[in-house]
């Protein structure tokens, strides 16, 4: 078959890398993915993959966001903290997965976890360093409820990300991700189940054009 | 075809009348079931009905809450107040329905419109009379937030009813009933979608067994 | 990133501790939670964990249920008698998380299983018993009629709790659940799929508040 | 564009002549068809059609079942009884058009209506009549236990209609769609929802092959 | 917990004995039902099991079918041969476990593999010994237009079963469900996907009563 | 807001014109859309229209099919006939879109229609018809397996398109859709729902290129 | 029942007024919420409402968009242009309630109609002047490819709204819900089916926190 | 149990070999499929299998494409070359199982990987190489935007295939599939997710015609 193509340009059109979907890929692939990286010596990140995916690289592998990093040269940082907003322990994986991403992407970050509306009152006492943020990224699994309760006080872009924690009717994230589309709070944008990472992009749109 | 056979036994069984569902009934089968009523002097309910349906009956006809009522013997009232919150002004006929049925099964009721998550402090204005409640019944559409905030924030049993109020994701109520069946918020129960009246009966069924 | 944020105040606030969702979460991220509550000499139920999560705490661990209980002060018994009912032997997983949770919340509780509607009668004979409950918890998979039945039988608070037992149609429980929820028999009030722990969160905030 | 080509040899075949489906079919068609019907004298039954698809057609319109009846040749009688057993009032229209679908067939009938499981003691008291039938119908919306419970109480072949009596999660039949085929209750088979009319030649296929 | 309570008046009152569904069931439990099946020296089919669960106990394990027999008394043979025709090699386990149910319940039978529509003339050249039998179970997966073909073919009673043969749109078996379900061919009756055993039981209601 | 932008260079393009979707648009943007055409003197075809949409153009209304067409300069004929089998006498709609859609691309067709697979000799008597056809479009609603048994006995490329004509579960048309893309038969290619145009437009690709 | 309870704190605490969502409420309900307005001379936006809704209110309805506008002091402009781009005609409505949205917020917007993407160099055309937009909206149905394209060529922030305009699997617009969320181009942000009002508050967001 | 009967006769019926379906067959019977094919010298196809199923097998084990090959007699070729054009790297195996189809089939091809629209420009680096092919077999999961694109810009027949490339809503496929069908662009025909092999049989009954 045909060889495998990379969009390096992308950079220059939109002002970020070719982020590459390990998921689906063969170690294989990734390696050669990789191979063409180091030559080119261009910053890769892998999101979705596995250890076994990626032993033998260079570069740092985070077992809990399931990403692979591999910077060459540093990015440039851009204005704007990101805040990153999490529903509980359990959605750690998709935060940490957005937070390496905007790493890679130059966006500084700070993240708020174990904020779940069953306790609304961790996220309030949180408020002050929240109104600080430039973009908050909003990640909740099972109803999803708190990008609606954020969207009700804080003013700046909300980026949802609804992941799969959760069984029954919220297992796969699709109850947290209707949620969060027909929140009753004003100009919620939401992002597909447990993509951290784009909603990093999306943060990245936002601040880079600023 | 063989005739109507009403379940009069149903109040010495489980301690409230049958109920009727209006909708998909004629105005000849209701108009049947309601002489049967008169003859018998039983109070009669029904639910989601047209002016159509019931004209020409005694009772009163609410037409927020498409219900008809007719009252021969005032019910024997029980103690505990239920809370009838609700997250919009397009909720209203729906928890309309729940105060409606609660009246006929002898509830006391005190209701708290506009308390959507969107704008959470017209919630916790109400806290104080909230408490005061036996059985809260949550009623809201959209995105079904409302229920994970109020069970955050309150102790008692909480009975939550998604509304068909929303469009896209939310239309038809499922992404709100997802989200009231998924909350993160512990002990939340649901009803199905637009189920005012069965609400009611699950309050009921909490106070007359006190 | 950021550290574990437990809600130990929710006793004093809803009446009830927070309850850890064990699935999703690390070994590591379980054993820090754990770690908090020997420190604080608190009560400590996992839900939805196994046997490799808990390995080397000290507590008790239930394979049926998939349950971790550490009991450090006995909860203060409340009146009333919850009864769990279940329509098969198969349903026993989350009818025992349902019963390992009302323990830990101190709810005293009765079960009786293989109560399905193929065989009706054997949920008649237990007509006496379930009548002296307070609440009934009733746990059903496949079609999920079993709630309906009930709830035509006895005027108690019924709980439903839909199983994801079955397969085709019914795999993963919708089929219950919506069963459930469309009840023909008024008042029943319904869990998430396998929410055997909630549903007892459900039945303690009308006992505790009775 | 080409001819209407009826299938007149059906019942040479199968046993049961062509039934027309009215619905999505324009007045004309439906004329023409009666037209070719008329000529070769054979009987005609139409389903899901309204009063002003078949107005100036002789025939029986039954406003009820949406079903226009012209009968040319009384039908042979086949031996055995079909019970067709109904959940509630607003079940009528899909038992009324497997009731006149069954009389085109020569198949007798017997109906049994009201008999949801909410009350199940009205099933009960029609027990020896309903034993008497060589199979039965059981046509039932919402969540469709009626099935279920038949099914562990007699023993002929029992042939589920779950109607699309209902709202919410119940709306549009799935749910008792969902039931019937989920039964716990062995050997339960089951049609469209609505489907009155290929219960009924379900029956026939059962009857004219004793 | 409560112990298990099997039904064994099944027998009596619907004329078959109650199988055993062997998914979600742990070895225990199953062996725990064995030995009172062995103590009343009753009958016993255990459907959807594996070669684990059923290991050291007396009887016949089918790997094709998963399923697990143990004959005490041989059945008495009922009147009339039960056709169990299947699309695809592929249909075979969800065949087997009809035929294995028709044994225990004392029907014969006949089986036709590769019948699929792809090459009607498979099919059409069974057509005489297919006349023969008194009831049609069709097995298939896919798009399941079997069940219409056949059903637009012969006049007897038709069961269709759908599988879970398929990918993509037909995965689980949901298309061919709903194939069955719609079929424009008269009087098709329908089971849950994969359910041979209930196919086998329905079967078996229509012939025990000739 | 900014003005209509119509796709003229379509035809050179890809060799086909711009076809107006009529759903979803008004009266008025229809007519301006009507007048661009007559000044360019380009052919015109409409489809899912109503009369009062293309009121007072010049033109023709086919009510059956919701089309509109105006030719101004007659079309280049294909070579290469194309079959336009159909199920039933309901899904004539489709059928005639699909055949208004074939005109003014050029292409010459034949229908056939009431070939349901529940009668299949209708369909065989036409064999030799359809096997002179260049291309096959099967329309069909309910279960669509008449896809499948064409696509077994025909080796000409088959485009499937499924219509909305059904109730229950193949309301909307999602069965036969399904169907026809799980089909067992080889190779068949399906359409959205109820798309007669878009299956005349790959049927032209098809020819045009020849 | 209780009273209207606004929420005109909102502009304070996130810096947008409420706007009212029209469907489902009365024509009452929102002539009520009018004269609230009018009392405290507050701009007011209704979205989703028919003429009858707000007929004898002071105002601009927009029969296209579905909105009402009423100002009584003009909104401050905010920097930054926003862009609302959108498939097709019949997606006009939704472009029209974004542009209304962004009017009634003090931003200033361009919009570029007849971009779909089976026309791409209609898109292309607008490049200089698209990318001069500080963000974009971009309106599509169908199959909502649109979204992909676009944010493979700029690198603003892409507010995606997937519109109704469709049929079949496209109806109600999932299939560009969908498709938007799994977009591969990466940080395209979603909102709502048809939710233009909401793309507006999104990009509101955007710009007056720069 | 009867014994597997294939039908060799496609070939002659509509111009192809019965290709073998490998999942949900077990090792035996694919072993006992390839020696009827062994002795019949007949040339065999089974896709989606593992190397388990084919191990010990005489002929080509393609573990990207899950396919196995074993040919006798090299297949004709037919006139017309097949562009088979994929979207990402992950796609390959949908690819790969069309690139094998067509070979059996005796169609020449050429595959473009790589060609997703987060960069159109590598598409459109390939427009002359594509331009010459008959047949376009475009692959893409995702979104599926690329079939949008590519039908706006060539005219060939396309065939789509969706992949079970993606997560969250894309997940399985039905993302892609949906787009497919509800392509703005005309003429796109689409095949069941992940079905590369039909896709190249639809391939083949444009070509073997011509």
């Known amino acids: 078959m045909s060889d495998i193509d990379l969009d390096f340009e992308r950079g220059k059109r939109i002002g970020m890398p070719e982020i590459i979907y390990g998921e689906f890929k063969s170690r294989e692939q990734i390696h050669k993915i990789a191979a063409i990286h180091e030559e080119k010596q261009a910053n890769m990140l892998v999101t979705r993959c596995t250890a076994e ?8 592998y985070d077992a ?4 692979f990093t591999r910077i060459h040269n540093e990015p440039k940082t ?31 970050c ?26 908050i990224i909003c990640v909740a699994g099972f109803e999803g409820a708190l990008a609606s309760v954020i969207a009700g006080l804080f003013s700046q872009p909300i980026i949802g990300v609804p992941t799969s924690v959760g069984y029954g009717v919220s297992a796969g994230g699709t109850a947290a991700l209707n949620a969060m589309l ?20 999306a943060a990245h749109r936002i601040l880079h054009t600023d």
Chains 1, 2, 3, 4, 5, 6, 7, 8 share one sequence.
């Open 182 to 201: 027909a929140s009753c709070a004003g100009g919620v944008t939401t992002m597909n189940i447990d993509n951290g990472c784009g909603a990093a992009m």
């Open 53 to 60: 995916q990626v032993e033998g690289l260079t570069g740092e």
């Open 78 to 108: 851009l204005n704007g903290l990101v805040g990153v907003v999490a529903a509980g322990t359990s959605d750690a994986a998709v935060a940490k997965e957005a937070v390496n991403t905007l790493r890679i992407l130059g966006c500084e």
């Open 64 to 67: 809990v966001a399931g990403t």
């Open 110 to 135: 700070k993240d708020f976890l174990d904020c779940g509306v069953a306790g609304v009152h961790r996220l309030i006492k949180h408020s002050d360093d929240i109104k600080k943020c430039r973009v």
